[in-house]
């Protein structure tokens, strides 16, 4: 007979992620997160995010349950069965990227992002971005609202509403997207591998400000943003069989 798992519940501040919590916690018990063998998040998209993030350090695998509105890295909400469910999940493992911002006064900073790094004018004029990928200029100026770099993992978020190719789970590139190009107009981006290092230098930066975002973690007034792909990080994901990331990600394209 297989070995009982240790869970440790997550949960989002809301109510129903709230009532959740105090409803498995009472059926299954939980350990503290280093004791644990699986994490359950309890939330959306946004709260599986922050417990990656805030997880990473353990390597224990995170199976969310969707308590929240968006919940494509979720599992359905269900209290009966969990164990189960944990013990039968398939995993997916996905690397974040990495991104280092320079700022007008000359300070870097350094976050990691799982579904994408973003640019975005901060101003009422568009920004003016230049793009250099692996040390080659590969564009002296996109005129656009932004533009952003995305995992496979994060390719249905923000990168799929701005028009941007949906990634297959295990496909080794990401996707350079613009958002709202001007000039170049309509330039819709590019898809790159997944060892490219990607460089926006912010032209005109005092003129035309511009914010990085990494997963909701933003920096302003940044002149330039270098962000590549982390693979000395790993988030293990779990999915109940036959609703694994790959066919989620494919679902969505027939939707």
């Keep these: 007979m297989p070995k009982r798992k240790k869970i440790s519940f997550a949960a989002n501040e809301t109510e129903a992620a709230q009532d959740a919590l105090i409803m498995l916690v009472d059926k299954y018990g939980t350990h503290p997160l280093e004791e644990s063998d699986v994490i359950v998040a309890l939330g959306g998209d946004g709260f599986m995010l922050t417990t990656l993030h805030g997880t990473m350090h353990l390597d224990t695998p995170v199976y ?8 494509f890295l979720m599992n359905e909400y269900a209290p009966d069965g969990l164990l189960a469910r944990v013990a039968d999940a398939e995993e997916t493992e996905i690397n974040p990227l990495a991104m280092q911002a ?3 006064d000359g300070n870097k900073h350094h976050a ?6 973003s640019l975005l004018r901060a101003g009422p004029q568009a920004a003016k971005l230049r793009i250099s990928v692996d040390g080659k200029l590969r564009m ?5 609202d932004g533009a952003l770099v995305s995992t496979p993992a994060g390719s249905t978020a923000y990168n799929y509403s701005a028009h941007g190719p949906i990634l297959p789970i295990g496909a080794e590139v990401l996707a350079l997207t613009s958002i709202s190009a001007f000039r170049p107009r309509r330039w819709g981006g590019a898809l790159l591998p997944k060892s490219a290092h990607v460089r ?3 032209l005109e930066a005092d003129k035309r400000p511009v914010m990085a975002d990494a997963d909701s973690r933003s920096v302003s007034g940044v002149v330039s ?27 969505e394209q027939f939707t």
Aim: glycine share 10%; hydrophobic share 35%; charged share 30%.
């Design 140 to 144: 002296d100026e996109l005129v656009c």
């Design 225 to 251: 943003v270098e962000i590549r792909s982390e693979p000395k990080v790993a988030h293990r994901l779990l999915f109940d069989p036959g609703h694994g990331l790959e066919e989620r990600l494919t679902r």
């Design 200 to 202: 926006f230098d912010v």
């Design 64 to 71: 969310g349950m969707n308590c929240g509105t968006l919940g």
């Design 102 to 104: 320079e700022t007008t």
């Design 112 to 117: 990691l992002a799982i579904n994408e790094v």
